[in-house]
Protein backbone atom coordinates (compact mmCIF):
# COMPACT_ATOMS: atom_id res chain seq x y z
CA UNK A 1 0.00 0.00 0.00
CA UNK A 2 2.83 2.34 1.29
CA UNK A 3 3.86 2.95 -2.74
CA UNK A 4 0.82 4.08 -4.18
CA UNK A 5 1.05 7.29 -1.34
CA UNK A 6 3.17 9.38 -3.16
CA UNK A 7 1.73 8.66 -6.30
CA UNK A 8 -1.37 10.00 -4.85
CA UNK A 9 0.20 12.73 -3.94
CA UNK A 10 1.57 13.68 -7.01
CA UNK A 11 -1.30 13.62 -8.35
CA UNK A 12 -2.81 16.01 -6.20
CA UNK A 13 -0.34 17.99 -6.41
CA UNK A 14 -0.09 18.18 -10.19
CA UNK A 15 -3.52 19.41 -9.78
CA UNK A 16 -3.81 21.82 -7.20
CA UNK A 17 -0.70 22.76 -9.11
CA UNK A 18 -2.19 22.83 -12.36
CA UNK A 19 -2.81 27.04 -12.29
CA UNK A 20 -0.22 28.02 -11.07
CA UNK A 21 2.62 27.11 -13.45
CA UNK A 22 4.51 25.43 -11.48
CA UNK A 23 4.95 21.76 -12.78
CA UNK A 24 8.59 21.66 -13.74
CA UNK A 25 9.43 22.12 -10.08
CA UNK A 26 5.98 19.53 -8.65
CA UNK A 27 7.81 16.88 -11.25
CA UNK A 28 10.58 16.89 -9.63
CA UNK A 29 9.14 15.52 -6.53
CA UNK A 30 11.21 12.27 -5.80
CA UNK A 31 9.61 9.16 -6.75
CA UNK A 32 9.55 5.97 -4.43
CA UNK A 33 12.77 4.31 -3.99
CA UNK A 34 12.24 0.97 -5.88
CA UNK A 35 11.53 -2.01 -3.39
CA UNK A 36 14.64 -3.88 -2.73
CA UNK A 37 13.82 -7.83 -3.16
CA UNK A 38 15.49 -9.14 0.19
CA UNK A 39 14.89 -12.66 0.71
CA UNK A 40 14.67 -13.00 5.08
CA UNK A 41 13.81 -15.85 6.92
CA UNK A 42 10.90 -14.81 9.56
CA UNK A 43 11.22 -15.48 12.90
CA UNK A 44 8.53 -18.49 13.94
CA UNK A 45 7.79 -16.41 16.86
CA UNK A 46 6.13 -13.58 15.12
CA UNK A 47 3.32 -15.68 13.12
CA UNK A 48 0.78 -15.19 15.45
CA UNK A 49 -3.55 -15.87 14.07
CA UNK A 50 -5.69 -13.26 13.68
CA UNK A 51 -6.98 -11.33 16.71
CA UNK A 52 -9.94 -13.41 19.07
CA UNK A 53 -9.56 -16.84 17.45
CA UNK A 54 -10.09 -20.08 19.59
CA UNK A 55 -7.04 -21.55 18.64
CA UNK A 56 -3.54 -19.69 18.76
CA UNK A 57 -0.43 -20.50 16.74
CA UNK A 58 1.54 -23.38 19.43
CA UNK A 59 5.36 -22.20 18.44
CA UNK A 60 7.29 -24.21 16.27
CA UNK A 61 9.84 -26.02 18.41
CA UNK A 62 12.89 -25.17 16.60
CA UNK A 63 14.18 -22.84 14.14
CA UNK A 64 13.38 -22.59 10.38
CA UNK A 65 16.49 -24.01 9.36
CA UNK A 66 16.89 -26.98 12.10
CA UNK A 67 15.76 -29.67 9.89
CA UNK A 68 18.45 -28.56 7.31
CA UNK A 69 19.62 -30.39 4.83
CA UNK A 70 16.07 -32.77 5.08
CA UNK A 71 13.65 -30.29 5.07
CA UNK A 72 14.64 -27.28 3.67
CA UNK A 73 14.29 -23.58 5.71
CA UNK A 74 12.11 -22.24 3.24
CA UNK A 75 10.13 -24.55 2.72
CA UNK A 76 9.55 -24.65 6.80
CA UNK A 77 8.95 -20.90 6.84
CA UNK A 78 6.63 -21.09 4.06
CA UNK A 79 4.70 -24.52 5.90
CA UNK A 80 4.62 -22.72 8.73
CA UNK A 81 4.06 -19.48 8.43
CA UNK A 82 1.29 -19.67 5.45
CA UNK A 83 0.15 -22.90 5.10
CA UNK A 84 -0.52 -23.52 8.66
CA UNK A 85 -1.39 -20.04 10.18
CA UNK A 86 -4.27 -20.35 6.93
CA UNK A 87 -5.54 -23.36 8.41
CA UNK A 88 -5.42 -21.79 12.34
CA UNK A 89 -7.33 -19.04 10.93
CA UNK A 90 -9.66 -20.42 9.23
CA UNK A 91 -10.62 -22.86 11.60
CA UNK A 92 -11.05 -20.29 13.77
CA UNK A 93 -13.79 -18.69 11.33
CA UNK A 94 -15.36 -21.65 10.93
CA UNK A 95 -16.39 -21.93 14.76
CA UNK A 96 -16.37 -18.82 15.91
CA UNK A 97 -19.74 -18.61 17.84
CA UNK A 98 -20.13 -22.61 17.46
CA UNK A 99 -19.81 -24.96 20.89
CA UNK A 100 -16.78 -25.63 18.81
CA UNK A 101 -14.95 -22.64 19.83
CA UNK A 102 -14.89 -24.38 23.85
CA UNK A 103 -14.18 -27.49 22.53
CA UNK A 104 -10.36 -29.43 22.16
CA UNK A 105 -9.42 -29.68 18.50
CA UNK A 106 -9.42 -33.40 19.44
CA UNK A 107 -12.90 -33.38 20.40
CA UNK A 108 -13.86 -31.12 17.25
CA UNK A 109 -12.22 -34.06 14.89
CA UNK A 110 -13.45 -37.13 17.07
CA UNK A 111 -17.00 -35.87 16.70
CA UNK A 112 -16.53 -34.33 13.47
CA UNK A 113 -19.73 -34.31 10.91
CA UNK A 114 -17.15 -34.57 7.60
CA UNK A 115 -19.85 -32.57 5.81
CA UNK A 116 -18.52 -29.72 7.53
CA UNK A 117 -15.77 -29.41 5.12
CA UNK A 118 -14.26 -25.92 6.72
CA UNK A 119 -13.51 -27.19 10.28
CA UNK A 120 -12.66 -30.69 8.42
CA UNK A 121 -10.15 -29.56 5.97
CA UNK A 122 -8.92 -26.85 8.39
CA UNK A 123 -9.19 -28.48 11.82
CA UNK A 124 -7.74 -31.36 10.46
CA UNK A 125 -4.84 -29.45 9.03
CA UNK A 126 -4.52 -27.43 12.04
CA UNK A 127 -4.05 -30.66 14.57
CA UNK A 128 -1.83 -32.59 11.77
CA UNK A 129 0.57 -29.92 11.07
CA UNK A 130 0.57 -29.17 15.03
CA UNK A 131 1.54 -33.14 15.53
CA UNK A 132 4.03 -32.62 12.13
CA UNK A 133 5.87 -30.17 13.99
CA UNK A 134 6.52 -31.68 17.47
CA UNK A 135 7.81 -35.21 16.13
CA UNK A 136 10.80 -33.44 14.27
CA UNK A 137 13.67 -32.08 15.81
CA UNK A 138 17.23 -31.31 15.42
CA UNK A 139 20.07 -33.43 14.81
CA UNK A 140 17.12 -36.35 15.88
CA UNK A 141 16.55 -39.39 13.66
CA UNK A 142 17.89 -43.17 14.61
CA UNK A 143 15.68 -45.49 16.03
CA UNK A 144 13.16 -45.77 18.71
CA UNK A 145 14.60 -47.27 21.93
CA UNK A 146 12.11 -49.01 24.65
CA UNK A 147 8.48 -50.22 24.84
CA UNK A 148 7.68 -48.54 21.16
CA UNK A 149 11.02 -49.92 19.42
CA UNK A 150 9.49 -53.43 21.17
CA UNK A 151 5.88 -53.08 19.92
CA UNK A 152 7.10 -51.41 16.45
CA UNK A 153 9.54 -54.75 16.27
CA UNK A 154 6.20 -56.94 17.45
CA UNK A 155 3.84 -55.35 14.63
CA UNK A 156 5.91 -54.68 12.04
CA UNK A 157 8.80 -57.56 12.26
CA UNK A 158 11.51 -55.01 12.41
CA UNK A 159 12.58 -51.17 12.84
CA UNK A 160 13.75 -51.22 8.90
CA UNK A 161 10.35 -53.17 7.93
CA UNK A 162 8.54 -50.21 9.89
CA UNK A 163 10.37 -47.62 7.84
CA UNK A 164 10.00 -49.31 4.55
CA UNK A 165 6.42 -49.38 4.71
CA UNK A 166 6.01 -46.24 6.27
CA UNK A 167 7.80 -44.79 2.95
CA UNK A 168 5.57 -47.02 0.63
CA UNK A 169 2.39 -46.00 2.21
CA UNK A 170 3.43 -42.17 1.60
CA UNK A 171 4.54 -42.94 -1.86
CA UNK A 172 1.40 -44.52 -2.76
CA UNK A 173 -1.07 -41.60 -1.23
CA UNK A 174 -2.16 -40.14 -4.27
CA UNK A 175 -2.49 -36.27 -4.48
CA UNK A 176 -1.98 -34.29 -1.31
CA UNK A 177 -2.36 -36.31 1.88
CA UNK A 178 -0.47 -38.04 5.79
CA UNK A 179 0.94 -41.08 5.93
CA UNK A 180 0.51 -41.78 9.96
CA UNK A 181 1.67 -44.49 12.50
CA UNK A 182 -1.57 -45.07 14.79
CA UNK A 183 -2.30 -47.76 17.95
CA UNK A 184 -5.24 -48.86 17.17
CA UNK A 185 -8.46 -50.14 19.08
CA UNK A 186 -7.14 -53.59 19.40
CA UNK A 187 -3.50 -51.95 20.79
CA UNK A 188 -1.59 -52.70 17.64
CA UNK A 189 0.69 -50.53 15.72
CA UNK A 190 -0.72 -49.85 12.20
CA UNK A 191 0.30 -47.61 9.17
CA UNK A 192 -2.55 -45.75 7.31
CA UNK A 193 -2.90 -42.93 5.19
CA UNK A 194 -5.18 -40.19 4.95
CA UNK A 195 -6.39 -38.27 2.30
CA UNK A 196 -6.08 -34.29 2.12
CA UNK A 197 -6.20 -32.64 5.78
CA UNK A 198 -7.90 -35.79 7.43
CA UNK A 199 -6.70 -37.94 9.83
CA UNK A 200 -7.22 -40.63 12.43
CA UNK A 201 -9.20 -39.07 15.06
CA UNK A 202 -11.88 -38.69 12.45
CA UNK A 203 -14.35 -41.70 13.79
CA UNK A 204 -16.49 -41.31 11.02
CA UNK A 205 -13.85 -41.85 7.93
CA UNK A 206 -12.47 -44.96 8.96
CA UNK A 207 -8.60 -45.37 9.80
CA UNK A 208 -9.23 -44.64 13.11
CA UNK A 209 -7.02 -44.82 15.64
CA UNK A 210 -4.37 -42.62 17.96
CA UNK A 211 -1.36 -40.67 15.79
CA UNK A 212 1.59 -41.98 16.95
CA UNK A 213 3.45 -40.36 14.27
CA UNK A 214 2.59 -38.19 11.13
CA UNK A 215 4.19 -37.31 7.73
CA UNK A 216 3.13 -34.45 5.71
CA UNK A 217 3.09 -35.77 1.47
CA UNK A 218 1.35 -33.01 0.06
CA UNK A 219 3.97 -31.49 -2.59
CA UNK A 220 4.08 -27.89 0.24
CA UNK A 221 6.28 -29.85 1.87
CA UNK A 222 8.93 -30.70 0.11
CA UNK A 223 8.60 -29.43 -3.36
CA UNK A 224 11.39 -26.79 -3.17
CA UNK A 225 13.75 -28.80 -2.45
CA UNK A 226 12.47 -32.20 -3.68
CA UNK A 227 10.71 -30.87 -6.68
CA UNK A 228 8.79 -34.76 -7.56
CA UNK A 229 10.68 -36.82 -5.45
CA UNK A 230 8.69 -37.62 -2.61
CA UNK A 231 10.63 -40.71 -2.09
CA UNK A 232 13.70 -38.64 -1.15
CA UNK A 233 11.82 -36.19 1.01
CA UNK A 234 10.30 -39.26 2.87
CA UNK A 235 13.83 -40.83 3.97
CA UNK A 236 15.23 -37.66 4.74
CA UNK A 237 12.45 -37.18 7.30
CA UNK A 238 13.56 -39.81 9.43
CA UNK A 239 16.65 -38.02 9.90
CA UNK A 240 14.64 -35.52 11.89
CA UNK A 241 11.80 -37.59 13.86
CA UNK A 242 12.29 -37.10 17.09
CA UNK A 243 11.90 -40.60 18.70
CA UNK A 244 11.57 -39.38 22.18
CA UNK A 245 8.49 -37.17 21.55
CA UNK A 246 7.04 -40.14 19.67
CA UNK A 247 7.44 -42.52 22.29
CA UNK A 248 5.45 -39.86 24.69
CA UNK A 249 2.75 -40.67 21.80
CA UNK A 250 2.91 -44.64 22.00
CA UNK A 251 3.28 -43.88 25.57
CA UNK A 252 0.10 -41.54 26.36
CA UNK A 253 -1.73 -43.61 23.63
CA UNK A 254 -1.47 -47.12 25.52
CA UNK A 255 -2.37 -45.75 28.67
CA UNK A 256 -5.31 -43.88 28.11
CA UNK A 257 -6.81 -44.85 32.07
CA UNK A 258 -4.14 -41.91 33.26
CA UNK A 259 -5.65 -39.07 31.78
MN1 LIG B 1 1.37 -29.24 5.09
Redesign the pocket.
Known amino acids: MKKFIPAICLIGLLVSCNNSKKLEEVVEVPLPEKEEVVVEMGNPADVKVDEGGSFEMIPLPYAYNALEPHIDAKTMEI?YSK??LGYANNLNKAIAGTEMANMSIEDILKKLDPENKAVRNNGG?YY??NF?WEIMGANKGGEPTGDLAAAINKDFGSFADFKTQLIEAGMKQFGSGWAWLILDKTGKLSIVTTAN?DNPLMTKLGNTGTPILAV?V?E??YYLKHQNKRKDYLEGFFNVINWDKVAEKYAAAVTPAVK
Request: hydrophobic fraction near 25%; avoid cysteine.
Open positions: HHHGNHFQDWHA
